[in-house]
């Protein structure tokens, strides 16, 4: 599901596995693509996170900025990281306050059972600052291709 609603990308500033911390604010001036998943290592999540890592270079030679985002530590992003071959920086948002602020901690159903979670979510930031595509509920296959295209169309 795509909304094309723009709004103003709300700030963060979260760390990274790389040992950075990323602002939002210091990438002005050119495009930022978040996506958020649920969790590391888990079969969705590899996948998407690999997608974004296979097309990295496309979105570099736009100069588009890709961020991975989810709750886990990074301990846990690193451990995923070298796992699986990843490029894409992974950002930790353990109190979730990023999540809150994108409206991605939702309540979520698996198994007859109720929990809050993460909803699988990206975000296309102009240089502007402002969110100018958000895809919501995202469905892996083809995602990270259809992100990139509207990342070209900017």
């Known amino acids: 599901m795509t909304d094309d609603t723009q709004f103003p990308a709300p700030g963060f500033t979260l760390p990274s596995d790389d040992g950075n911390d990323i602002s939002l604010s210091a990438l002005r001036g050119a495009p930022v693509v978040l996506f958020f998943y649920p969790r590391d290592n888990t079969p969705g999540c590899t996948n998407e996170a690999k997608d974004f890592s296979r097309l990295l270079g496309e979105f570099a030679a736009l100069g588009v900025t890709v961020l991975g985002v989810s709750k886990d530590s990074l301990?846990?992003?690193?451990k995923f990281r070298e796992k699986q071959a990843l490029t894409v920086p992974l950002l930790s948002d353990e109190h979730g306050s990023a999540c809150e602020d994108f409206g991605v901690?939702?309540?979520?159903k698996m198994y007859g059972k109720t929990f809050m979670g993460i909803e699988r979510s990206t975000f296309l930031i102009d240089g502007e600052g402002q969110v100018v595509r958000a895809w919501?509920?995202?469905k892996v296959p083809g995602h990270a291709e259809e992100v990139l295209a509207a990342a070209k169309a900017l």
């Open 75 to 78: 301990a846990s992003h690193a």
């Open 105 to 108: 901690w939702k309540e979520k």
């Open 136 to 138: 919501r509920k995202v």
